[in-house]
T-cell receptor
């Protein structure tokens, strides 16, 4: 099973709302990632969790708050977003092999977020 | 720092023909991995093929092959016998050591259109 699931598929929220994006994988991967992707652009790395600990935060504004409750789940909590935050949010996971780092990533279908 | 360059914003190919998508990279890390992903208009990033920096042979996966030329720092994707379903964005990515962590870096992508 190489599936990463994400919910919801689409989300429309106002600038004062609080919402959460969810990601789940059951491949035993110990690295999980959040990316933001604008149309016709490559994905931009936001956060990396390795063994359920936040290992990389790419200077993401605090209105995005990640959480990794266990090795299978990854959440992204959203609060007071701006219209420019509208994008496709992709979750990914990968194995971590000692001495070799992370390997190929498996991506979920993404959540298309619109901030009004 | 690591860098991935995809110089072809768009490519066109006739159905059943082969096509090569270019990717060059730069890194100071002797241990790295190179990946290609396909992203259809639906948004999901699909892992296609992987090449490790120490692999002696070029990677192949079905109709996909990776033309790895280490001295030239290039990792071009070759798609043989193109199909209409191959129309998508294609991203080259590299996993390398940056700031003590292994992080993926994506190129800007190439949009491939397969004509019937």
């Amino acid at each position: 099973d190489t599936e990463v699931t994400q919910t919801p598929k689409h989300l429309v929220m106002g600038m004062t709302n609080k919402k959460s994006l969810k990601c789940e994988q059951h491949m035993g991967h110990r690295a999980m990632y959040w990316y933001k992707q604008k149309a016709k652009k490559p994905p931009e790395l936001m956060f990396v969790y390795s063994y359920e600990k936040l290992s990389i935060n790419e200077s993401v504004p605090s209105r995005f708050s990640p959480e990794c409750p266990n090795s299978s789940l990854l959440n992204l909590h959203l609060h007071a977003l701006q219209p420019e935050d509208s994008a496709l949010y992709l979750c990914a996971s990968s194995q971590v092999r000692p001495g070799q780092g992370a390997h190929e990533q498996y991506f979920g279908p993404g959540t298309r977020l619109t901030v009004t | 720092a690591q860098k991935i360059t995809q110089t072809q914003p768009g490519m066109f190919v006739q159905e059943k023909e082969a096509v090569t998508l270019d990717c060059t990279y730069d890194t100071s890390d002797p241990s790295y991995g190179l990946f290609w992903y396909k992203q259809p208009s639906s948004g999901e990033m699909i892992f296609l093929i992987y090449q490790g920096s120490y692999d002696q042979q070029n990677a192949t996966e079905g109709r996909y092959s990776l033309n790895f030329q280490k001295a030239r720092k290039s990792a071009n994707l070759v798609i043989s016998a193109s199909q209409l379903g191959d129309s998508a964005m294609y991203f080259c990515a590299m996993r390398g050591l940056s700031g003590g962590s292994y992080i993926p870096t994506f190129g800007r992508g190439t949009s491939l259109i397969v004509h019937p």
